[in-house]
């Protein structure tokens, strides 16, 4: 049996409907990363997000970008804000956030950002759009893992060396102030 091309009650294509489920997930979970107080939930917001914006990434034609996204963002920054968190502070938020006691201003900034937005995404061109980026993601693929594998490993080494600052950060004894 084979899927109809659009969804029968709504009219939308399955790819407009996966599209709208993972921007959904990723505003969603971007909202939750601000407003949550416990600091650990908010990273695992994080990591949700990241992996909707990667689900749109191949939703789009981009699977490279999308395996980056979940490789850098997912697997390494994500991971090392959680330990750096889980290692270092308490888990609970202060009583009172920073922007809970800056509410109007931010929400006049969140107007007019959406207005700007509006106006940008009804003035643009968009035309269409290509089917897929197979050439430019493997030239980029290329030129990643070709020209830039000495960046590629200095980046993974810094990493490793943060992860290890934020254990001995964390081991240090409290008494001792060097």
Known sequence: MTLPETIPLVGLSWDDLLFLVL????LGSGLLVVVMRDIIR????MIVCFGALAGIYVLVGAPLI????VLVYIGAISVLILFAIMLTQTKAGPQRLVFQTQARPAAVAAVVLAL?????V???DWGASPARLWTVTSELAKVLFADYVLAFEV???LLLAAVIGGVFLAKRERGRSD
């Open 155 to 157: 980046v993974s080494v």
């Open 66 to 69: 999308a395996g980056a996204q």
């Open 122 to 124: 009804t003035a643009t």
């Open 42 to 45: 908010c990273g695992l917001a």
């Open 23 to 26: 921007a959904a997930t990723m």
């Open 116 to 120: 700007v937005l509006a106006v940008t």
